[in-house]
């Protein structure tokens, strides 16, 4: 193999690398969990609940194992790198992302669950909260906070009602 890559093609292979070993870690995790699922007592190894998620398991591994040996020449990470990540981790891009991830956390895991006496904040209402801190903090400059509000209202009911009537989910 060459050696001369460019360094858009050494961040792609370091990228791959990082990602592969990652995913395989995750394979690992998953498959423990799969083999860790309560067999019923009667169930052969080939009628046990834990078949179909052990078969994923282990074609994830074997997938992100041999992905992660295709790339292994991108372990190597230099002093230049490391000086872009640290960049990356002061960007905006990176600040955006985690107020991303922690709006979506907080819809999950407090609006969703939210409750105060008897009142539970229902479905549609946590979803419209979210969507429009959501859209507000990402919108555009100069986009209008009532075509906002109107967008997370419509989107909010449209789901809420499609779930629950026409695919008769209950929502949490």
Sequence with gaps: MKENLTPEQRRELQLNFWGALAMSAFAVVYLIASIAIP??????????????????????????????????????????????????????????????????????????GLQIGPFQLPYEAATFIYLFATMAYFRPKGFAIWKIVLISVVLSVVIGYGFSSFAKIPLP
């Design 39 to 112: 067999n019923i007592s009667t169930a052969q190894w080939y009628d046990s609940p834990s078949l179909f998620p052990i078969v994923i398991g282990l074609m994830l591994l074997i997938c992100s194992l041999v992905y992660l040996w295709q790339n292994r020449r991108g372990w190597k990470i230099s002093p230049s790198d490391i000086e872009q990540i640290k960049d990356y981790f002061k960007s905006s891009t990176f600040l955006r992302l985690v107020i991303a991830a922690g709006t979506l956390a907080i819809y999950v895991f407090v609006l969703l």
